[in-house]
Nanobody, 118 residues
Framework: QVQLVESGGGLVQAGGSLRLSCAAS????????IGWFRQVPGKEREFVAA????????MYAKPVKGRFTISRDSAKNTVYLQMDSLKPEDTAVYYC???????????WGQGTQVTVSS
């Protein structure tokens, strides 16, 4: 099991940027896939982006492709989500998660709120 700690959420105007961080608190990510998801109250949680910790391969959801960038820092054992050109519809609680493949995530962080004002 991997414990995940997110940070970096906040309030930003439309068109602005934020960078979210996801750190593994006790173990390294190893061969995990690390993903970012988001959820708005009353809606299902949706996939945003993911990265292979070992290979660096990336995957993005269509609504964020070209605006968001996922990356990793091995020295800090941290995954980042750089969010640029933010839109009000990006407002959500953002969660990072770790799993053994691109489609199943077993360990989740506590979430961080991102609010984009128009």
């Amino acid at each position: 099991q991997v414990q995940l700690v997110e940070s970096g959420g906040g309030l930003v105007q439309a068109g602005g940027s934020l960078r979210l961080s996801c750190a593994a608190s006790e173990r390294t990510f190893g061969t995990h896939i690390i993903g970012w998801f988001r959820q708005v109250p009353g809606k299902e949680r949706e996939f945003v982006a993911a990265i292979s910790w070992s290979a660096g391969s990336q995957m993005y959801a269509k609504p964020v492709k070209g605006r968001f960038t996922i990356s990793r820092d091995s020295a800090k054992n941290t995954v980042y989500l750089q969010m640029d050109s933010l839109k009000p519809e990006d407002t959500a609680v953002y969660y990072c998660a770790a799993g053994g493949n691109w489609y199943k995530y077993d360990d989740w962080g506590q979430g961080t709120q991102v609010t984009v004002s128009s």
